[in-house]
């Protein structure tokens, strides 16, 4: 994986993207005990120009022209699948602008706060969103206080308390 961070953080220096964080799995695995996980997610800021659909055109076109192979919502780096999500909202965007630098292998990345993630998590909803935050909760890897602070600014205390109930220790 440190390769492919040095891959992603060459895009940024030739312009191909404005900023990424790391989100999903592999971030909450920075957070929490490992578990499995099949690939990394990356959200990125990128100029937009053009047609919504083609947004991430330029980073496919960009890794593709270096060997790289894109294989459905994937694309491989350095042998490891990365999705690449423009960021869609006012959250996701404060994710990425509000990312935590931190050293991997003595290569420096960015990395969603626990708080985004899990804000990001109930916003999503799915099943596995769920016991990914109960884990955030049980493992004591946020501060509530800035992940309601998180939740108030993007609409998603009622659906905290809505879904509380699944997330009690």
Avoid: C
């Amino acid at each position: 994986m440190k390769e492919t961070f040095k891959v992603i953080n060459q895009m940024v220096k030739d312009g191909v993207i404005e900023d990424y964080a790391i989100g999903g799995a592999v971030a909450a695995i920075y957070y929490l005990e490992p578990f499995d996980t099949a690939d990394l997610d990356v959200f990125v800021q990128v100029e937009t120009s053009g047609s919504d659909l083609m947004i991430l055109a330029p980073i496919y076109e960009y890794l593709v022209k270096r060997g790289y192979k894109a294989t459905g919502e994937f694309i491989y780096i350095e042998g490891f699948p990365v999705q690449f999500l423009p960021v869609f909202n006012p959250l996701t965007e404060e994710a990425v602008r509000k990312a935590q630098l931190i050293k991997y292998a003595r290569v420096t990345t960015r990395i969603m706060r626990p708080e985004h993630l899990v804000a990001i998590m109930l916003d999503t909803g799915r099943p596995k969103d769920y016991l990914r935050i109960s884990m955030f909760l049980e493992q004591g890897a946020i501060k509530m206080r800035q992940l309601q602070a998180v939740l108030r600014r993007h609409g998603l205390m009622r659906k905290w308390k809505d879904n509380e109930y699944r997330f009690e220790l």
